[in-house]
């Protein structure tokens, strides 16, 4: 398939959208990061103006008995004027909550963390964000 549609959109992207700045910190370990909703945000509107679909997809999941949650997200971005596409497969992990008991916490929001950092990452690659 010819991917020059979706490159030249990419591309309008890279100029369109600027760097996301890591502001949130984390509570605990202090350092600073960038959230999912913060580059989905800075994303959207360059995504609508470009015709840009994204699809994601979750190609395998596995959880430890410690409560590791640990996945393959595949991310699709599809030019809708042609239906040209770009597609990259990323790594997604969440770890379980282990108490000072040694009880471990895992609770329903652990696989969406994980899918959530997977598209994190691969919209920070391949946007240049």
Request: proline residues 2%; neutral net charge; contains cysteine.
């Amino acid at each position: 398939m010819d991917t020059q549609g979706i490159h030249a959109a990419i591309l309008a992207v890279y100029k369109q959208v600027e760097k996301v700045r890591k502001e949130r910190q984390h509570p605990t370990h202090r350092f600073r990061f960038t959230g999912h909703d913060d580059v989905t945000d800075a994303l959207r509107d360059a995504f609508i103006e470009q015709g840009i679909i994204q699809e994601v997809s979750v190609a395998k999941f596995t959880r430890s008995e410690l409560g590791h949650v640990a996945c393959e997200v595949h991310v699709r971005w599809i030019l809708v004027s042609d239906g040209s596409f770009v597609a990259v497969s990323m790594p997604g992990e969440s770890m379980a909550t282990t108490t000072r008991d040694g009880r471990v916490l895992t609770d329903d929001l652990q696989v969406g963390k994980a899918v959530s950092y997977a598209v994190k990452t691969a919209q920070l690659k391949t946007f240049m964000l």
